[in-house]
Structure formats: C-alpha cells, structure tokens
C-alpha cells in the first residue's frame, strides 16, 4: 500500500516537473532566438534595430533593399529620421 501512494507522488512530481519545464520554454522561447535564418521577403525588408524611448513611443532601424532607414514612431506619428545607401562590405 506504502508502495502505491509513493509510486503515484512521484508520477506526480514528474507531471509536475514536465508542466514546469513546458511553461518556462513556452515563457523564454522569444528571448532564444536559436540563431535561425530571418525569412527572406520579396521586399527585402529587415528590421536591424529598435530602441523604445517611452510608452508606445521608439525609435527602428531598417534595412530595404539597398537602402538603411531610421524612423521614429509614435502613437500617432511614423516619421523618417534619416536615410542612407547601404554600403556593401566585402571582407
């Protein structure tokens, strides 16, 4: 009788620990990027950077094509900071 409650505490401890595991991958999968390939668009748009300066309120780098663009972004505003030819660096 000992011998069944044990076995069913540590079913479930091991369900337990299963949930554990699944809710912090599924909490943390964003911040591991896995170092996967950006999927290739037809426009050739890539986001490089963003920074948030406040509440709904950043500041973007892009990339499109050959071309690198700064915007700024409010919450009712989108507004092109500066521009620039890429430069192809070959190394």
Same mark, same amino acid.
């Given at each position: 009788m000992i011998d069944m409650y044990t076995s069913i505490?540590? #079913?479930?401890f091991i369900l337990l620990?299963?949930?554990?595991v699944m809710i912090l991958l599924y909490r943390y999968a964003g911040?591991?990027?896995?170092?996967?390939k950006p999927k290739d668009t037809t426009y050739?748009?890539?986001k #490089? $950077?963003?920074i948030h300066?406040?509440?709904k309120k950043f500041?973007? #780098?892009?990339? #499109?094509? $050959?071309c690198v663009l700064v915007i700024g972004v409010s919450e009712k505003e989108m507004s092109l900071?500066?521009?620039?030819k890429k430069e192809d660096s070959h190394i």
């Open positions: 505490i540590k #079913v479930f620990g299963m949930i554990a911040k591991l990027k896995l170092n996967l050739g748009l890539r #490089v $950077d963003t300066l406040g509440y500041v973007s #780098v892009l990339e #499109v094509k $050959d900071l500066t521009q620039w």
